[in-house]
């Protein structure tokens, strides 16, 4: 009987994500009509996919196929964060902490005792991204300054990794102690990173703008001494 109800409560919650990709592909929309970036767009196409693959897990839940309904839920976060790298510039650290947590809390869920598959997905989404930063296979859009989208990407991370965790939480007393441990573990470690990571970005960041203001006050006040220098030379000719 219990696992009846987890199950028709996974299934009711599943249309969270769905509910929340649609807000999203909106967002994408809107702001592709003010920007004109066609990384909006295919940013809503991606999407459209990652809905179409969580629809896909319902489907599988209602069937009872818990862990393949938990391999489709996993690609399409993978799908969508890592698009998300893929076409814009300046999202790093939510990309980053938001896809691992949500992989992690997802395999913990729905791939109970399987955590060397969970390890190795979240481990082929580090890479990519980092491959992506390394290669940039498509212009990307530079979304740092729309602080309007960050706000939203955070928010939508955080509301979907809330629910995930609270299932995983209704389910954590029956696992063994081990995996307890790991969880515990891998929980700490998430958080670490997380702090870290967006620290570091910030400070990159700040450390960025002000190395620019100080080269543009500089080429400023030289290009200031050069015209002042001239306009003196004139005005010594016009006396002579």
Do not use: C
Request: aromatic letters at 10%; charged letters at 10%.
């Amino acid at each position: 009987m219990t696992h009846v109800r987890n199950t028709a409560l996974l299934r009711a919650l599943i249309w969270i994500p769905v509910g929340s990709g649609i807000i999203t592909m909106g967002t994408y929309l809107l702001f592709a009509l003010q920007t004109g970036a066609w990384q909006f767009l295919a940013g809503a196409g991606v999407f459209a996919v990652g809905i179409v693959l969580v629809l896909l897990a319902h489907r599988l839940i209602k069937r009872g196929r818990l862990q393949t309904a938990g391999y489709s839920i996993m690609l399409a976060f993978a799908v969508v964060y890592g698009a998300a790298e893929l076409l814009f510039n300046g999202l790093t650290p939510h990309i980053v902490i938001g896809g691992v947590l949500l992989l992690v809390l997802t395999g913990s869920m729905l791939l109970p005792g399987q955590w060397k598959k969970t390890l190795a997905a979240v481990a082929l989404y580090l890479v990519y991204v980092w491959l992506t930063n390394r290669i940039v296979p498509l212009p990307r859009y530079d979304v740092r300054d729309l602080i309007v989208l960050n706000v939203f990407i955070a928010g939508i991370t955080i509301v979907l990794a809330l629910v995930i965790f609270w299932l995983f939480a209704r389910t954590y007393a029956s696992y063994a102690l081990r995996t307890k441990l790991l969880i515990a573990f891998l929980g700490v470690s998430l958080i670490s990173v997380g702090v870290v990571t967006v620290y570091v970005d910030r400070t990159i960041r700040l450390t960025l703008q002000e190395r620019a203001s100080a080269e543009l006050a500089n080429a400023a006040q030289l290009r200031g001494t050069a015209v002042g220098n001239l306009l003196a030379e004139e005005v010594k000719l016009l006396q002579t």
